[in-house]
C-alpha cells in the first residue's frame, strides 16, 4: 500500500532510519520492540482516520476531538495512549498601516502510543519539515517515542517565543506613537484592538501548555522512556511558563495602552474647551461694549467721533489684558 499524498510518515529501528516505510503496515511497526514510527495525517479523511484509530486501539472520542472543528488545548491519559491537541502559531507579515490580523493559528492533535507518533493537522498550513529537521537536531530517534513528542512541543512553544516577540514589539510601537503628541485616528484604534484580539488569541493556547507537558511528561516516564529527555522537558516547561508570564505582562501592558488614550484624549478635551472657553471670554468684550453703545439711547459720546474711538480703545485694551491673562495662565 503506498501512502497518500497527505500522509507522511517515518520510520526508525535501532535508531537509524529506514526506506521501507508502508502506512498499511504501522501497526506492525508497533508490534516490533526496537522500532519507532512517526505518521502524520494532514486533512484526513475520517472514515480512513476511524479505521487507522480501530486497528491502533486508538479511544473513539479522541479520535472524535481530533477532526472536531474547534478544539481546546488540552491532554487526556488513556490506558493505551495519551492524546492531545495544541496549536502552533504563524506571525503574519505586516502590509502598510491597515489593521490585519498579526497572528494564524495552526492546529496539531497528536496520539502517543509507546513506540509510535501520530499526528493530526485539519490544515496544511503547519511546516511539518521544521519538525524534522528539530527531530534530527535533538538525535530524536535515540531515545523514543518522547523525544519526538518533545520536538513537537518544542517546536510548538518556539512559535509562540515568536509570536510574543511581535507582540511586544507592537506594544511598543504604539507605545512611541501613542506619545508623538500627534492626534490620535481611527486606525490607531483598530491597529489596537486587533492586536488586543491576537494577545487574547494567543494566552488561549499559550497558557494550557503548563498542563500539557506535564501530562505528557508524566504519561511519558510511566512507559519508561528514556531519563535523558528529563532536562530537555524542564528546559521546556521553563520556555512554556515564560511565555505565560510574558503573554501576561503584555496583556497589563495593553490594557495600560488602553487606559492611557483614554486619559489623553479625556486631557485633549479638556485642553480645547479650555481655549474655546479662553477664546470665548475675549470674543465676548466687543459683543458686550458694541451691544451697550448700540441701544437706541442716548450714551456717553453718543454722535460724538471722540465716542467711536473711546468705544473702540476699550475693546482693544480688554481684549489685550484678558488674553496676556489667560496666556499666562496657559489658557490659550
Not at 202 to 219: F, G, K, T, Y
Not at 306 to 315: K, M
Request: aromatic residues 10%; contains cysteine; glycine residues 6%.
Amino acid at each position: 500500500m503506498q501512502v497518500a499524498p497527505n500522509i507522511h510518515g517515518r520510520l526508525w529501528r535501532h535508531g537509524k532510519p529506514q526506506d521501507d516505510f508502508v502506512f498499511g503496515e504501522v501497526s506492525e511497526y508497533l508490534r516490533e520492540p526496537d522500532a519507532l514510527v512517526w505518521v502524520d495525517l494532514c486533512e484526513p479523511d475520517h472514515d480512513a482516520l476511524c479505521g487507522l484509530a480501530a486497528e491502533l486501539g486508538l479511544n473513539t472520542w479522541a479520535v472524535e476531538d481530533a477532526v472536531a472543528a474547534a478544539e481546546r488545548v488540552k491532554a487526556t491519559a488513556y490506558d493505551t495512549h495519551t492524546f492531545f491537541t495544541v496549536y502552533a502559531v504563524h506571525v503574519e507579515a505586516e502590509a502598510g498601516d491597515e489593521p490585519r490580523r498579526l497572528l494564524s493559528m495552526q492546529r496539531i492533535s497528536a496520539f502517543v502510543l509507546p513506540r509510535g507518533l501520530i499526528t493530526v493537522r485539519l490544515t496544511p498550513d503547519f511546516d511539518i519539515a521544521q519538525l524534522t529537521r528539530r527531530w534530527e537536531e535533538i538525535g530524536a530517534q535515540q531515545y523514543g517515542v518522547g523525544a519526538l513528542v518533545h520536538g513537537l512541543l518544542d517546536v510548538v512553544v518556539d512559535s509562540h517565543f515568536a509570536a510574543v516577540e511581535a507582540l511586544d514589539d507592537c506594544v511598543e510601537a504604539i507605545e512611541d506613537e501613542l506619545f508623538d503628541g500627534t492626534p490620535r485616528q481611527a486606525s490607531f484604534q483598530r491597529r489596537t484592538f486587533q492586536m488586543r484580539r491576537d494577545l487574547v488569541a494567543l494566552r488561549r493556547v499559550a497558557l494550557p501548555m503548563r498542563e500539557v507537558v506535564n501530562s505528557i511528561q508524566h504519561h511519558r516516564r510511566e512507559v519508561g522512556t528514556a531519563p535523558e529527555l528529563d532536562p530537555l522537558y524542564a528546559d521546556l516547561y521553563d520556555h512554556v511558563l515564560r511565555v505565560s508570564e510574558w503573554t501576561e505582562s503584555l496583556r497589563d501592558m495593553v490594557t495600560t495602552i488602553f487606559e492611557t488614550n483614554l486619559s489623553l484624549q479625556d486631557a485633549r478635551l479638556n485642553t480645547i474647551m479650555k481655549k474655546l472657553t479662553g477664546w470665548a471670554a475675549i470674543i465676548a468684550v466687543p459683543t458686550a461694549i458694541t451691544g451697550f453703545y448700540g441701544q437706541n439711547v442716548p450714551y456717553p459720546g453718543f454722535g460724538h467721533l471722540a465716542g467711536f474711538i473711546a468705544s473702540t480703545s476699550l475693546i482693544f485694551v480688554l481684549m489685550v489684558v484678558i488674553y496676556a491673562m489667560f496666556k499666562r495662565r496657559d489658557w490659550l
